[in-house]
């Protein structure tokens, strides 16, 4: 089974703050790696897939990128509704997984 | 709008058994891959199954393999999530999510709607 690997697992940053988030593949899964925010009490929400494509209405400030089996979610001018968990998620094989997640936390 | 339901949660004792379901409206259901991912308390998401558009093929985590059985009815678009010999480790908020492509294969899933969340509390 594939392993997802988050770091770091938790950050404090401040509103306008770049932020860089890493996930890394346990062994390669070309570049079928979403990226996932989510919010107490709320339903996940698809950022990017395929690696770096944009879901549809995300802003522009979240972008990711792909070297090798390590995936990283970068977000821009940080604003106060990203202070979330994100989470990446392999969809090369199943059994799917998901890293453990990075907690963004407001400075 | 896409809109995904869930209900059935709820206090069971270790051992038993549970179905969750999920009602889905706003697209056209029997096209898409419907998946179940828990999120247990104070813990990340963790997928749980994963069944194609048709019903014909299904696959589970490790950790639900032979426990847990994921179905669809696509003429009511219900997906359903059958959990049997339950433990306290299955305690979670259950989500339903579904598919953003039609697809034939068994990869390449990305879940772009999903469902509030059911919790299942599994203790005596």
């Known amino acids: 089974d594939i392993q997802m690997t988050q770091s770091p697992s938790s950050l404090s940053a401040s509103v306008g703050d770049t932020v860089t988030l890493s996930c890394r593949a346990s062994?390669?899964?070309?570049?079928?790696l979403n990226w996932y925010q989510h919010k107490p009490g709320k339903a996940p929400n698809l950022l990017i897939y395929?690696?770096?494509t944009l879901q549809s209405g995300v802003p522009s400030r979240f972008s990711g990128s792909r070297s090798r089996r390590d995936f990283t979610l970068t977000i821009s001018n940080l604003q106060p509704e990203d202070f979330a968990t994100y989470y990446c998620?392999?969809?090369?094989?199943?059994?799917?997984?998901f890293g453990g997640g990075t907690r963004i936390e407001i400075k | 709008d896409v809109q995904l339901v869930e209900s059935g949660g709820g206090l069971k004792s270790p051992g038993g058994s549970l179905k969750l379901s999920c009602v889905a409206s706003?697209?056209?259901?029997?096209?898409?891959?419907m998946t179940w991912v828990r999120q247990a308390p104070g813990k990340g998401l963790e997928w749980v199954a994963v069944?194609?558009?048709?019903?014909?093929?299904?696959y589970y985590a490790d950790s639900v393999k032979g426990r847990f059985l994921i179905s669809r009815d696509n003429s009511q678009s219900l997906v359903y999530l059958q959990m049997e010999s339950l433990k306290a480790e299955d305690s979670a908020v259950y989500y339903c999510?579904?598919?953003?492509?039609?697809?034939?294969?068994?990869?390449?899933?990305?879940?772009?709607?999903w469902g509030q969340g059911v919790l299942v509390i599994v203790s005596s």
């Open positions: 999510a579904k598919d953003s492509t039609p697809r034939g294969y068994s990869y390449g899933y990305e879940f772009d709607y």
């Open positions: 998620q392999q969809s090369y094989t199943t059994p799917l997984s």
């Open positions: 706003g697209f056209t259901f029997e096209h898409y891959a």
């Open positions: 069944i194609s558009g048709t019903g014909g093929s299904a």
């Open positions: 062994e390669s899964i070309s570049t079928y």
């Open positions: 395929d690696a770096a």
